[in-house]
T-cell receptor, first 113, second 113 residues
């Protein structure tokens, strides 16, 4: 059973516009949520996180929003740049299961010139 | 800067061979993880280790084993490689259980023929 769901396998956005990547989860025991970015032939790199006690966290062009009642989070990238083209993984920490990190399947973001 | 290195970027092995994938981290992290990444399936946890000599099964441990004799090194072993183990293998480390950010190595692309 998939606990972290990224329902859009891919997304195309014009350069300079806003990219919004979505993620849904089912387990209310998750206490931290993370976004990772992955380029081809490289390992994922940590991008931004949010604690379950917050509803927003911002870091430069990247903002993550958390809606606990809807069990939904989103990553906003403004403005989108060509270097943002990558696969983005949503992940959550389950503190009831030895603090394991559960990953979604990823969304491939294409930034169009 | 945390550095996680993996012994090979690309590996080609024959069915039935024993395969060793090595991972080394240089930041004295307690926790280490092995994932595989497959198209459409995201990152799936194979095994993890919270300390030296300790190991725990992840979500897909069948056909794999691990070894952690030293804190900085975590090895993934394919006892008898099969074609369905062709995948991208990613190693990650984390400071400790209360941390959430994982640092990934560059990955090993394993092809079993």
């Amino acid at each position: 059973d998939q606990q972290v769901k990224q329902n859009s396998p891919s997304l195309s956005v014009q350069e300079g516009r806003i990219s919004i990547l979505n993620c849904d989860y089912t387990n209310s025991m998750f206490d931290y949520f993370l976004w990772y970015k992955k380029y081809p032939a490289e390992g994922p790199t940590f991008l931004i996180s949010i604690s379950s006690i917050k509803d927003k966290n911002e870091d430069g062009r990247f903002t993550v929003f958390l809606n606990k009642s809807a069990k939904h989070l989103s990553l906003h990238i403004v403005p989108s740049q060509p270097g943002d083209s990558a696969v983005y993984f949503c992940a959550a920490r389950d503190y009831h299961r030895d603090d394991k990190i559960i990953f979604g399947k990823g969304t491939r973001l294409h930034i169009l010139p | 800067d945390v550095k996680v290195t993996q012994s090979s970027r690309y590996l080609v092995k024959r069915t039935g061979e024993k395969v060793f994938l090595e991972c080394v981290q240089d930041m004295d992290h307690e926790n280490m993880f092995w994932y595989r990444q497959d198209p459409g399936l995201g990152l799936r946890l194979i095994y993890f280790s919270y300390d030296v000599k300790m190991k725990e099964k992840g979500d897909i441990p069948e056909g794999y084993s691990v070894s952690r004799e030293k804190k900085e090194r975590f090895s993934l072993i394919l006892e008898s490689a099969s074609t369905n183990q062709t995948s991208m293998y990613l190693c990650a480390s984390r400071l400790g259980k209360t941390s959430y950010e994982q640092y990934f190595g560059p990955g090993t692309r394993l092809t079993v023929t």
